[in-house]
């Protein structure tokens, strides 16, 4: 029988369980959607233990439905980095797992510009200064839950937990350690000076092994109860956008890959982390590739899918909002296709959860200009997806000036690349040509493939012969002059305009 490699993949809406066979083509999947709780308004929270539920309903389904094709001989883990959950001696979840775009932490965060200072940490860490960061949710927990933090004994990523559950060992990798703000990624270690500038202990983080590395066997128990075979070998792969830019490159052999979610940006590349201040300021974010000794610089739009799917829940003709099947993603194409480009004047801002590049700001916040009563929800659709790739095409230009070299082609995976009209406004809008492979799960990829070269089941990479179809999207030349004046004359004007009083309305 073949040997079968799975990837698990848990993102900020779903959890995705995919199936491989060692050429990376995809045997079977299934998603579970999650929910995301909010106990006040701007906070944001995930039942850790419904994730784990959803992870095993996902992996019984996948384990039945290949079982006569072949076994499954390892299970990579991705998800989203910053959300994490501390657990006590016993391994019982404490508390909620904390959104990784909640907001909750910004007094932590200003103590730490006070006090360490943002330069520094950056020296250090790689990462941007931000509320998002998991060290400040520790911080946060104690202060705000006493009784909670001093029954952890661990914080675990999403990744991390998973595996716990799965294998009853308690690891991470360095691109998950990296996004913690307490990891040093140049020395492949816990900061302790950082930690213990926060009054934590290194102990409270699990220890880091190199992506793909072994995280244990699954546990017997688990195994019968989700029917997978005993001794599956089970792996920590990495930050979700990293593993899905690995499998990305693995089937595409293009090194820029835009990775699409609730957030998207740009993953590039390189051999060591520019740790300076022009970086930090332009909010590019270093850390540890999930190859050893390789280093990514990740660029991100905050809210992307997020800025859609708000769309979708609340331009309901109906007016019921919270009805998740009032208006499809279909609708939204179909409504954004009906109008002219460039809105009849009307632009959007995305920056619904602040802007990460080029200029991080936390203070950020979206914004509509140029609405008249002539507009339409239509145009509100189309305008944000067109913000969304005029916002894009910051990062893009930034990218590109800090690596001193154009992107011909660039690679997009992830659940915004299956929408054909949101990448053709794509290619046009950054007048550069997209590769999309035909993989629907970049990520649950990427991971498989970390996890079964780390168990040896695939040696080298080289041996993998993908046979993967790839769509070709070149600019619409009709459209590009057009577009690129919209860009250059009006968007990239709206910012700094904004800027000043979105944080002085927060403050």
């Known amino acids: 029988m073949a040997d079968i490699i799975v990837g698990i993949d848990v993102g900020s809406t779903n959890v995705k369980v995919v199936a491989f066979d060692l050429n990376a083509n995809q045997l079977s999947g299934y998603s579970e959607r999650l929910t995301v709780y909010h106990p006040k308004a701007d906070w944001s929270e995930y039942d850790l233990d419904e994730t784990w539920e959803a992870t095993k309903v996902c992996l019984s389904r996948v384990a039945d439905s290949v079982r006569e094709t072949g076994e499954i001989k390892a299970i990579g883990i991705t998800s989203v980095a910053e959300t994490g959950v501390p657990i006590d001696e016993h391994g019982k979840c404490l508390f909620p797992g904390i959104a990784w775009y909640d907001p909750r932490t910004e007094a932590e965060t200003e103590w730490w510009d006070s006090e360490v200072g943002a330069n520094r940490i950056y020296e250090i860490t790689g990462v941007p200064l931000h509320p998002k960061c998991s060290i400040s949710k520790i911080m946060w927990l104690r202060q705000n839950e006493p009784e909670v933090f001093a029954k952890t004994r661990k914080w675990l990523s999403v990744s991390d937990f998973v595996a ?51 995280a244990g066997i699954i546990r017997k128990s688990v195994a019968r109860e989700i029917g997978l075979p005993v001794g599956t070998y089970v792996s920590v792969s990495g930050h979700d956008h990293i593993c899905a830019s ?20 740009f993953v590039v590349r390189g051999d060591s982390p520019v740790l300076d201040d022009d970086y930090r300021k332009a909010g590019w974010a270093w850390g540890c590739d999930v190859i050893p000794d390789r280093y990514t610089m990740f660029g991100t739009a905050t809210a992307s899918g997020a800025a859609i799917e708000w769309l979708r829940r609340n331009l309901s003709p ?22 002219e480009p460039g809105c009849l004047g009307m632009m959007a801002v995305p920056h619904f959860r602040g802007r990460g590049c080029p200029e991080r700001d936390r203070f950020a916040r979206g914004a509509f200009v140029g609405v008249s009563t002539f507009h339409d929800h239509r145009y509100f659709v189309r305008a944000v997806f067109e913000g969304l790739c005029y916002e894009l095409r910051s990062i893009l230009e930034a990218a ?8 011909e082609e660039i690679v997009v995976i992830g659940g915004g690349a299956r929408n054909m009209f949101w990448q053709e406004l794509k290619a046009t809008i950054l007048n550069r040509r997209l590769v999309i492979p035909e993989i629907s799960e970049g990520g649950a990829l990427g991971a498989a493939l970390l996890a079964a070269c780390g168990s040896g089941i695939i040696r080298e990479l080289g041996d993998v012969r993908p046979n993967v179809d790839k769509h070709i999207l070149d600019p619409n030349t009709s459209l590009s002059e057009f577009y690129d004046d919209l860009y250059r ?18 403050c």
């Open 400 to 407: 590109e000036k800090h690596a001193g070299n154009i992107f």
């Open 246 to 265: 690995f499998g990305a490159r693995v089937v595409a052999g293009v090194p820029v890959v835009n990775s699409t979610g609730t957030a998207e940006g």
């Open 489 to 506: 004359n009006k968007y990239v004007q709206l910012y700094p305009l904004l800027k000043t009083l979105n944080k002085e309305s927060q």
């Open 164 to 214: 716990f559950r799965l294998t009853g060992e308690c690891c991470t990798d360095p691109s998950l350690a990296g996004r913690t703000m307490a990891f040093d990624i140049t020395g492949k270690k816990w900061a302790k000076g950082l930690i213990e500038t926060a009054g934590l202990e290194e102990e409270l983080f699990p220890e880091v092994r190199e992506s793909g590395a072994s």
């Open 318 to 339: 109906s007016g019921r909002h919270n009805r998740p099947d009032v208006l499809t993603y279909e609708d939204l194409i179909c409504e954004a296709k009906s109008v």
